[in-house]
Protein backbone atom coordinates (compact mmCIF):
# COMPACT_ATOMS: atom_id res chain seq x y z
CA UNK A 1 0.00 0.00 0.00
CA UNK A 2 1.44 3.63 -1.10
CA UNK A 3 0.94 6.52 0.37
CA UNK A 4 -0.01 9.31 -2.03
CA UNK A 5 1.03 12.52 -1.95
CA UNK A 6 -2.06 15.04 -2.07
CA UNK A 7 -1.83 17.95 -5.04
CA UNK A 8 -3.35 20.92 -3.46
CA UNK A 9 -4.51 24.40 -4.29
CA UNK A 10 -3.60 27.25 -1.72
CA UNK A 11 -5.49 30.78 -1.74
CA UNK A 12 -4.71 33.49 0.33
CA UNK A 13 -7.47 36.02 1.36
CA UNK A 14 -7.02 39.48 3.97
CA UNK A 15 -8.02 37.29 7.06
CA UNK A 16 -7.99 33.27 5.78
CA UNK A 17 -6.55 30.73 3.56
CA UNK A 18 -8.61 28.33 1.63
CA UNK A 19 -6.39 25.10 0.95
CA UNK A 20 -8.59 22.16 -1.53
CA UNK A 21 -7.32 18.68 -2.50
CA UNK A 22 -9.20 15.68 -4.31
CA UNK A 23 -9.46 12.89 -2.12
CA UNK A 24 -11.26 10.86 -4.55
CA UNK A 25 -13.24 7.62 -3.58
CA UNK A 26 -13.22 8.73 0.22
CA UNK A 27 -16.43 8.97 2.49
CA UNK A 28 -16.23 11.99 5.01
CA UNK A 29 -15.65 9.87 8.47
CA UNK A 30 -11.91 8.44 5.99
CA UNK A 31 -11.09 12.20 6.20
CA UNK A 32 -8.82 13.49 8.73
CA UNK A 33 -7.20 16.56 9.65
CA UNK A 34 -4.76 18.59 12.08
CA UNK A 35 -4.18 22.22 11.74
CA UNK A 36 -1.29 23.67 13.96
CA UNK A 37 0.45 26.96 14.06
CA UNK A 38 1.69 26.63 10.21
CA UNK A 39 1.13 23.37 9.61
CA UNK A 40 -1.55 21.43 8.05
CA UNK A 41 -2.08 17.72 8.04
CA UNK A 42 -4.70 16.06 6.08
CA UNK A 43 -5.10 12.00 6.04
CA UNK A 44 -7.72 9.67 4.01
CA UNK A 45 -7.80 6.27 5.25
CA UNK A 46 -7.55 3.69 2.15
CA UNK A 47 -11.48 2.33 1.20
CA UNK A 48 -12.04 -0.91 -0.49
CA UNK A 49 -8.81 -3.13 1.06
CA UNK A 50 -9.99 -5.32 -1.90
CA UNK A 51 -9.00 -3.11 -4.55
CA UNK A 52 -5.51 -4.74 -4.25
CA UNK A 53 -7.22 -8.42 -5.15
CA UNK A 54 -8.72 -6.87 -8.86
CA UNK A 55 -6.59 -7.92 -11.72
CA UNK A 56 -6.17 -4.29 -12.57
CA UNK A 57 -5.44 -3.86 -16.30
CA UNK A 58 -4.12 0.18 -15.75
CA UNK A 59 -4.28 1.77 -12.72
CA UNK A 60 -3.73 5.64 -12.63
CA UNK A 61 -5.07 6.22 -9.10
CA UNK A 62 -6.36 4.60 -6.14
CA UNK A 63 -9.18 5.16 -3.60
CA UNK A 64 -6.21 6.38 -0.74
CA UNK A 65 -4.48 6.29 1.41
CA UNK A 66 -3.62 10.01 0.73
CA UNK A 67 -1.30 12.17 3.03
CA UNK A 68 -0.44 15.64 2.56
CA UNK A 69 1.95 18.05 5.13
CA UNK A 70 1.83 21.76 4.54
CA UNK A 71 3.59 24.59 5.63
CA UNK A 72 1.04 27.63 5.30
CA UNK A 73 3.45 31.25 5.13
CA UNK A 74 1.17 32.37 8.49
CA UNK A 75 -0.07 30.92 11.84
CA UNK A 76 -3.69 29.95 11.82
CA UNK A 77 -6.67 29.44 13.99
CA UNK A 78 -7.40 25.99 13.47
CA UNK A 79 -9.76 25.69 16.01
CA UNK A 80 -11.82 28.15 13.66
CA UNK A 81 -11.32 26.21 10.59
CA UNK A 82 -14.44 25.39 8.58
CA UNK A 83 -13.81 22.05 6.01
CA UNK A 84 -16.43 20.70 3.35
CA UNK A 85 -16.13 17.65 1.30
CA UNK A 86 -18.10 16.97 -1.92
CA UNK A 87 -17.68 15.81 -6.01
CA UNK A 88 -14.42 14.34 -4.17
CA UNK A 89 -12.25 17.50 -3.72
CA UNK A 90 -11.82 18.59 0.28
CA UNK A 91 -12.07 22.15 0.83
CA UNK A 92 -10.62 23.83 3.83
CA UNK A 93 -11.15 27.47 5.02
CA UNK A 94 -8.48 28.47 7.41
CA UNK A 95 -8.94 31.79 9.19
CA UNK A 96 -5.30 33.71 10.15
CA UNK A 97 -4.42 33.95 13.96
CA UNK A 98 -5.22 36.72 15.54
CA UNK A 99 -2.38 38.58 17.56
CA UNK A 100 -4.46 38.94 20.53
CA UNK A 101 -5.71 35.06 20.37
CA UNK A 102 -2.37 33.78 18.20
CA UNK A 103 -2.66 29.88 16.79
CA UNK A 104 -4.93 27.45 17.36
CA UNK A 105 -4.42 23.61 17.54
CA UNK A 106 -7.38 21.49 16.18
CA UNK A 107 -7.71 17.80 14.99
CA UNK A 108 -10.80 16.65 13.45
CA UNK A 109 -12.42 13.77 11.24
CA UNK A 110 -15.18 15.33 9.33
CA UNK A 111 -19.08 13.87 9.79
CA UNK A 112 -20.94 12.81 7.05
CA UNK A 113 -23.77 15.51 5.92
CA UNK A 114 -25.12 12.85 3.27
CA UNK A 115 -23.56 10.39 0.46
CA UNK A 116 -20.33 11.56 -0.30
CA UNK A 117 -20.91 14.80 1.14
CA UNK A 118 -19.15 15.92 4.65
CA UNK A 119 -18.14 19.12 6.69
CA UNK A 120 -16.55 20.77 10.01
CA UNK A 121 -17.94 23.85 10.95
CA UNK A 122 -15.15 25.94 12.73
CA UNK A 123 -17.08 29.52 12.29
CA UNK A 124 -20.01 31.04 10.88
CA UNK A 125 -20.73 34.39 9.75
CA UNK A 126 -18.71 37.35 9.15
CA UNK A 127 -18.11 37.61 12.93
CA UNK A 128 -15.73 34.96 13.69
CA UNK A 129 -16.62 33.13 16.77
CA UNK A 130 -16.42 29.34 16.92
CA UNK A 131 -19.55 27.03 16.38
CA UNK A 132 -19.92 22.95 15.47
CA UNK A 133 -21.48 20.95 12.46
CA UNK A 134 -24.39 20.08 15.03
CA UNK A 135 -25.21 23.58 15.99
CA UNK A 136 -24.38 24.89 12.44
CA UNK A 137 -27.35 22.54 11.40
CA UNK A 138 -29.32 23.51 14.62
CA UNK A 139 -29.59 26.95 14.03
CA UNK A 140 -30.22 26.61 9.92
CA UNK A 141 -32.94 24.27 10.57
CA UNK A 142 -34.67 27.14 13.06
CA UNK A 143 -33.91 29.53 10.29
CA UNK A 144 -37.69 30.94 9.04
CA UNK A 145 -38.17 29.64 5.66
CA UNK A 146 -38.89 32.06 2.52
CA UNK A 147 -42.30 31.60 1.11
CA UNK A 148 -41.81 30.13 -2.33
CA UNK A 149 -41.76 32.25 -5.41
Known amino acids: MTMQQLPIRISRRENQFELAA ?3 GL ?3 DIHIT ?3 KHVT ?3 KERGPRQHRLDLLQAEWTIG ?3 REIDLPEEV ?3 LANATYGNGVLVLTIPKASATAGPSRAEFTL ?3 GPARGERVGHVGHDISPTTTRVHWTHLAEMPK ?3 A
Do not use: N, Q, V
Open 146 to 148: RPA
Open 27 to 29: EPE
Open 65 to 67: PYH
Open 111 to 113: EAI
Open 77 to 79: DGS
Open 35 to 37: IDG
Open 42 to 44: IDG
Open 22 to 24: PLA
